[in-house]
């Protein structure tokens, strides 16, 4: 490990170096986001290593997504919370 | 007319003439001299006529050699026809064996190069300090030996080494010693280095009257043993370091190497015949377990307690693999044989892979339990029986990984689990007994020390089986390895989930849980017998954390590092990995500074209450840096110590540790890749003062905006998990804590 094949940090490294063009032509507002979805690749790292995939930057796409995913349904339930509050509160103002 | 004598093994070394030297502590205080007849054995295999050629050549040496053609078991390839050549006089075996490998480089030699000590642990079951019975004749040859105690008994009978203590007044490497103390049970002298006529008819009297087993030292390999022997030979006056009138004292040069990702060095050694010499600053993990460490590491690995100190953990564990191999008939090989089979690139992602490491969930978690798998990849090598030979014997490891079955069906352990086998329940038996025993009796010490040696030696085995030198590494065999512990890794989180715990962190072989209510050890004992179950390994609960801090990356606050935490246990006890405490080149005043911030915060009951310390806190810094700004930090600790890791000329930027070895190299006193340079910063240039330079240094030069910076960063790190990561009420925090000083 690390001798022979690179260590999954290094290939992400070297993911992210080869997008630097990429990154650098994006405008400051896109390359805070662009920033976020490596950190939520990093995140998942020991789960790419493991899955061994040939093409890990697929592994480090669907981390990208899942950590994605992650915030969404975080969201939904804040919104489903603050919707029931609001109701709660409706129904309480209409009493 | 025969004499029996029973006793203590001190040493064993080859006779110049025949046979081998051995040193007893006889139970009537004597210590002996014996002789054994001991001949050695080594064998050569290759083609045919290279082996006839071997034959002529070994027949015209000057010495008796009988040589015969014999077949012996290669771990490898089983039954081989080789070419036997022994001798009587095992002293003369290296010297002819450079001839061989040097005439016959295309030959395979086995047993060759071999430890007379391990060579007579397969023969006779010896090692260091061992109970022994003899029976001997008139002129001391050995008729019979026995062993008496185990090298796998708990407690062992203690030899009454008398011992003699050799200290400077001050380290050599930093200031010229003025004088040299020698102290023994019953005498202590003082040699004035000053004085022109040195007495070291002194010296030779404490031999005489004491005659020490064990002599330790400090800085003896680099300092004191060169000084005493030059003055010796200047003054014609002989001192008996070696108990054996005809023994040499035996010297190894210094020598600089790249192992594990860093230059380490190695200070050169003198060895000495029937007594035994341990230099505290050039033996290896001293700090770590002390004498009681280094002698459980000879007993275990058999080689002899001056040697054992000096080399690594994996030469232990070579040495270990070697007398399991002679005693099981299996040939030594002189050199690693076996390479890496041809892989395809998906079977190199697939198998080239190291153990499990998550990233933590960044932040301060309460009532968290770290599980532990004993010692799991020993364990794993033991359990599934993976060893060279057994790897890939059955089916292909990635399946037989699935279903956690073993490399072989047989009974029959491989070399390696055999090896480590007695070894891993030794150390199962000694950890339970320390969980038992109070800290304040007498056996506690020994037997923390004694794992403390098991624990490196196990560390170690894991690593050999894909070393590039190890006699018996496969690569194949340490992929195994951690094929299986990734998949008992996975198994215990599984496990840990469906019984509604939340997974922090996974860590190789240790997992970090945590349930809402689940405070005491009792809650965590289904989880434990739940992996149990799905593993078939043991597990055990290594603590519970009032609570515990998993920190971001400096670079990136929302990444975390999978090795920088630290936490405070329910019984107090505190925790840290990866933060300055840790860090070697942290210097003493900051790495004490960040222990007490951190035994403040172990106080507090729990996380909620974390935030309640920050005054006294407070009062700390504030002590710390005006100390620091009034110039009352003592310099020692000040000072960094970095590891030399290129040549002067190799550096790009004058960076401080540059500036620190041009000085040493100006003083005379250059240092060698491995060694380590302390300095401490100072402003302007040079950037940094080399502290064992010889000479003083003007406290007006160092650099406190530097320690200052060093010292906010320790700060920072540790009262981090307070802050939450809001960096709002960091400032806040920042400005209360530093209020007074702005």
């Known amino acids: 490990m690390g001798n022979v094949t690179p260590t999954i940090t290094d290939i992400l490294h070297a993911e992210e170096a080869n997008l630097a063009k990429f990154r650098r032509a994006l405008r400051r507002e896109d390359q805070i986001v662009f920033d976020d979805l490596f950190t939520a690749a990093y995140k998942h790292r020991a789960a790419a290593a493991y899955a061994g995939h040939l093409l890990p930057f697929e592994t480090f796409l669907l981390a990208m997504q899942i950590e994605d995913h992650k915030e969404v349904m975080h969201l939904r339930a804040e919104i489903e919370n603050m919707r029931k509050m609001l109701e709660a509160f409706k129904a309480k103002n209409d009493e | ?742």
């Open chain 2, 1 to 742: 007319m025969m004499n029996e004598y029973t006793g203590w093994l001190l040493d064993l070394y080859p006779h110049p003439e025949s046979g081998i030297a051995l040193w007893l502590l006889c139970d009537d205080g004597q210590r002996r001299y014996l002789r054994q007849d001991f001949p050695v054995t080594f064998y050569a295999a290759g083609q045919s006529h290279r082996l006839k050629d071997l034959w002529k050549f070994l027949a015209r040496q000057p010495i008796p050699i009988e040589l015969s053609r014999t077949e012996r078991r290669d771990l490898f390839t089983g039954a081989t026809v080789v070419l036997a050549a022994s001798l009587d006089v095992p002293a003369l075996l290296p010297e002819l064996f450079q001839k061989l490998t040097n005439n016959f480089p295309d030959l395979n030699f086995y047993d060759a190069d071999l430890h007379i000590a391990l060579r007579h642990a397969a023969m006779y079951g010896t090692f260091p300090l061992a109970r022994c019975h003899v029976t001997v004749d008139e002129r001391g040859i050995i008729y019979e030996i026995n062993v008496l105690d185990s090298k796998w008994d708990s407690d062992i009978e203690i030899p009454p080494l008398r011992i003699l203590t050799i200290e400077t007044d001050v380290d050599p490497t930093h200031d010229q010693p003025k004088q040299i103390h020698f102290q023994t049970k019953r005498n202590c002298i003082t040699l004035d280095l000053k004085k022109a006529n040195l007495n070291l008819g002194l010296l030779n009297y404490l031999f005489k009257q004491d005659d020490p087993d064990l002599i330790i030292t400090s800085h003896g390999d680099t300092w004191l043993m060169p000084l005493l022997l030059k003055l010796s030979e200047e003054q014609n006056q002989p001192l008996p370091f070696n108990r054996d009138p005809l023994g040499e004292i035996r010297y190894k040069k210094e020598r600089s190497y790249f192992a594990y990702n860093q230059v380490i060095y190695r200070g050169q050694q003198f060895h000495f015949a029937g007594r035994m010499h341990l230099d505290i600053n050039n033996t290896v993990m001293y700090g770590d377990y002390g004498l009681d460490g280094v002698i459980e590491m000879a007993r275990v690995t058999s080689l002899p307690v001056q040697t054992v100190a000096r080399v690594s953990p994996g030469t232990g564990i070579s040495a270990m693999q070697i007398v399991t191999a002679l005693e099981n008939e299996i040939l030594v090989p002189f050199r690693k044989e076996q390479t890496e089979r041809a892989k395809t690139t998906s079977q190199l992602f697939r198998e080239d892979m190291g153990g499990t490491v998550y990233d933590p969930i960044i932040g301060l978690h309460e009532d968290v339990a770290e599980v532990d798998f004993f010692s799991m990849y020993p364990s794993i090598m033991v359990k599934f029986n993976i060893s060279p030979e057994t790897v890939n014997s059955k089916n292909l490891t990635s399946e037989l990984v699935t279903y956690l079955e073993g490399m072989t069906d047989d009974k029959e352990l491989g070399l390696i689990p055999r090896t480590l086998a007695p070894l891993l329940e030794k150390r199962y038996r000694l950890k339970n007994q320390l969980f038992t025993l109070s800290r304040l009796d007498c056996r506690y010490k020994n037997y923390k020390a004694k794992t403390a040696a098991h624990k490196w030696l196990l560390v170690t085995c894991f690593g050999y089986l894909g070393y590039k030198n190890a006699r018996f590494g496969k690569i194949e065999a340490h992929e195994a390895v951690t094929a299986y512990g990734r998949e008992v890794l996975l198994r215990a989180k599984e496990a840990a989930e469906d019984l509604g715990f939340r997974v922090l962190h996974l860590y190789v072989d240790g997992m970090w849980v945590k349930q809402s209510g689940y405070k005491k050890a009792e809650d965590f004992q289904p989880l434990l017998n739940e992996i149990q179950k799905r593993t078939n390994l043991p597990i055990a609960l290594d603590g519970i954390y009032k609570w515990v801090a998993f920190l971001p990356s400096k670079q990136n606050k929302k990444v975390a590092v999978p090795n920088r935490y630290f936490g405070v246990f329910q019984d107090g006890e505190i925790k840290t990995r990866g933060i300055e405490t840790r860090r070697h080149d942290t210097p003493a005043f900051i790495r004490e500074t960040q222990m007490q911030i951190l035994e403040i915060l172990a106080n507090a009951p729990d996380a909620e209450s974390l935030k309640e310390c920050l005054p006294e806190i407070r009062a700390l810094i504030l002590e710390k840096q005006n100390a620091l700004r009034l110039g009352l930090v003592p310099p020692e600790k000040l000072i960094v110590h970095q590891t030399v890791s290129k040549n002067l000329n190799e550096y790009r930027t004058p960076v401080p540790a540059f500036s620190a070895l041009q000085q040493l190299e100006y003083a005379g006193k250059p240092l060698r890749l491995g060694q380590t340079v302390r300095l401490i910063y100072t402003l302007g240039m040079p950037r940094a003062h080399a502290w064992d330079a010889g000479n003083g240094l003007d406290p007006r030069r160092v650099n406190l905006a530097r320690y200052r910076q060093l010292l906010d960063r320790a700060v920072d790190t540790v009262l981090q998990p307070i802050t939450d990561g809001d960096r709002f009420w960091f400032t806040r925090v920042r400005q209360l804590l530093f209020l007074d000083v702005l």
